[in-house]
């Protein structure tokens, strides 16, 4: 199983960025993606999850009315679109699924939210 993400970067207070999460290794079209993230010196947090057809999606508090999850399972990828991004939105972030009792990570990648 691998996961990488890809799209982060430094982003001004109200800008907008695109995660990106390629999967292989496993058939992406059964299984559940979750979005998390990590600030500093804090937990690590779920921000967005989406079913295997993307037909069911959930969002934190703090992701709700800004963040959007999709997902295209012909391209094994998905997606997190960030909008009216705030510094407290800075974190790494990381594309996750669970195979039986196992969670899979990718590596992580960091959105810096700053003027």
């Known amino acids: 199983v691998q996961l990488v993400e890809s799209g982060g970067s430094l982003v001004q207070p109200g800008g907008s960025l695109r995660l990106s999460c390629a999967a292989s290794?496993?058939?992406?079209?059964?299984?559940?993606m979750n979005w998390y993230r990590q600030a500093p010196g804090k937990g690590r947090e779920s921000v967005a999850g989406?079913?295997?057809?993307?037909?069911?999606?959930n969002y934190s508090d703090s992701a709700k009315g800004r963040f959007t999850i999709s997902r295209d399972n012909a391209k094994n990828t998905v997606y997190l679109q960030m909008n009216s991004l705030k510094p407290e939105d800075t974190a790494v972030y990381y594309c996750?699924?669970?195979?039986?009792?196992?969670?899979?990570w990718g590596q992580g990648t960091q959105v810096t939210v700053s003027s």
């Open positions: 989406i079913s295997p057809t993307g037909g069911r999606i």
């Open positions: 996750n699924t669970r195979l039986g009792f196992l969670d899979y």
């Open positions: 290794g496993f058939t992406f079209s059964n299984r559940g």
